[in-house]
């Protein structure tokens, strides 16, 4: 018996409402809100049965938040609207001692620069709240943290070297289109790439260091090394790693229009005047690009994130790969979303479901690493995104 109350009515958005609105036993209540209210109508619309009701708020004013929460008296807050809501959210949280759950970090907006130290600097205030707030847990980070923590507790005495791995294989016919936030997905790739070594982070020029990687089902891709933010938290409670590198593929025509796109100077977040108006190219650029949540139907081939780990058990080397695959199609036929909403929402709805159901308890701020591992896998499954891991072979990373 509990009541929820999502933020956010994008393509995660509509795949946490749908994922949380197939679990009446865990989630009673359910309420989407958003700037456009006709966004979350239109999905509570598709759900049908009245299970989910809708509102309008602005998630950057915290007394409209905090009125909406104080009307609606929901037992926690799902944060899928954007990273630049996470502070003022949780400062909403804070005042109506409300739980709470994002799958991205904060970023300010006028710097391009995402890191845990803002949000982890709540934790004595939610402590004293008595309340929970759970930190990235979408797939990457949120899966990733999770995958992670399970290899510690089953695999490992000592984990020493991780690579997360993330394939998209997926065409949805669009020349350029992100798959999340078209915003924040150019802020993420276009800077500097950076992973820890030997106690340090190591700095690169953004996608300087790229190779192939061999993805279950899928093949050689192109990966080019990033920073992610599960880097961050990892290394901090991990810290017998000697070093943690993260991965995405992107397709050559995708580096192309980015390359055209970044030296013409629309991903700049600098505002310029046009006609008397001063716009940020980067937030006008986003405004031209696809909705993320539109590029569901039709989208093909499948998604490959993972993963893979060298390390020590029972003072022999050791390696483990744990990965999951998930196919646009039958995404879009589930929830009518694209897999990378999809393995998003889905470990959002999960998540909630381990805070709500006592599984995942604590006061403060937390990432998921610091959970059990063992129910969040276990739920994984059941909800659409099946586990698969290789013991003691040869890691793709490493050929
Ligand atoms: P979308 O752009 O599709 O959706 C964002 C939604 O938030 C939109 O509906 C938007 O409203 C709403 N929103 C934005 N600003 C406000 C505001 N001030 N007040 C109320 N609502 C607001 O993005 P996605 O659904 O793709 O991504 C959602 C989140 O998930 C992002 O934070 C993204 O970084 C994260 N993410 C995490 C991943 C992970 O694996 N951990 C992977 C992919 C995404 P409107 O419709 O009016 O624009």
Request: hydrophobic share 40%; with cysteine.
């Amino acid at each position: 018996m509990s009541k929820v109350l999502i933020i956010g009515a994008g393509g995660v958005g509509n795949v946490v409402a749908r994922k949380c609105a197939a679990v009446p036993e865990v989630f009673t209540d359910i309420m989407l809100a958003s700037r456009t209210l006709e966004k979350c109508n239109q999905i509570a619309r598709d759900i049908g049965g009245d299970r989910v009701k809708t509102a309008q708020v602005d998630a950057d004013n915290v007394p409209e938040l905090v009125n909406l929460i104080n009307k609606f008296k929901p037992d926690m807050v799902i944060n899928v609207a954007l990273p630049y809501q996470d502070l003022t959210i949780m400062d909403a949280c804070l005042e109506t001692k409300t739980h709470y759950l994002d799958t991205a970090n904060y970023e300010p907006r006028d710097v391009a620069k995402f890191e845990y130290s803002w949000q982890w600097a709540y934790h004595e205030r939610f402590k004293e709240a008595g309340i929970m707030a759970l930190l990235g847990c979408g797939f990457d980070p949120g899966v990733t943290g999770v995958f992670t923590a399970y290899a510690a507790k089953h695999y490992f005495d000592e984990m020493q070297y991780l690579d997360i791995v993330d394939c998209n294989a997926g065409d949805h016919g669009k020349a350029f289109a992100t798959n999340f936030n078209p915003e924040i997905n150019i802020r993420e790739i276009t800077q500097n790439g950076r992973y820890w070594e030997n106690g340090k982070w190591i700095e690169t020029k953004p996608l300087e260091i790229h190779k192939p990687i061999d993805y279950p089902e899928i093949g050689e891709r192109e990966s080019y090394l990033l920073y992610h933010e599960e880097l961050e938290s990892l290394v901090k409670n991990f810290p017998t790693l000697k070093r943690a590198r993260f991965w995405m593929t992107f397709g050559q025509q995708y580096i192309t229009y980015l390359n055209v796109l970044q030296e013409v100077g629309m991903t700049s977040i600098k505002p310029i005047t046009f006609k008397g108006v001063d716009i940020v190219p980067l937030e006008f650029l986003k405004a031209v690009l696809p909705e993320p949540s539109s590029l569901g139907e039709g989208y093909k081939g499948q998604t490959s994130i993972g993963c893979q780990i060298r390390g020590l058990k029972d003072g022999r080397e050791r390696t483990y790969y744990v990965w999951n695959n998930c196919d646009h199609t039958e995404a879009y036929r589930d929830v009518k979303a694209q897999a990378v909403s999809f393995t998003t929402g889905v470990p959002a709805m999960i998540g909630a479901m381990m805070m709500l159901t006592g599984k995942w308890t604590g006061q403060g701020v937390f990432n998921v690493e610091e959970f059990n591992p063992d129910p969040f896998m276990e739920k994984l499954s059941v909800y659409g995104l099946p586990w698969h891991e290789k013991v003691d072979e040869p890691l793709p990373v490493e050929k």
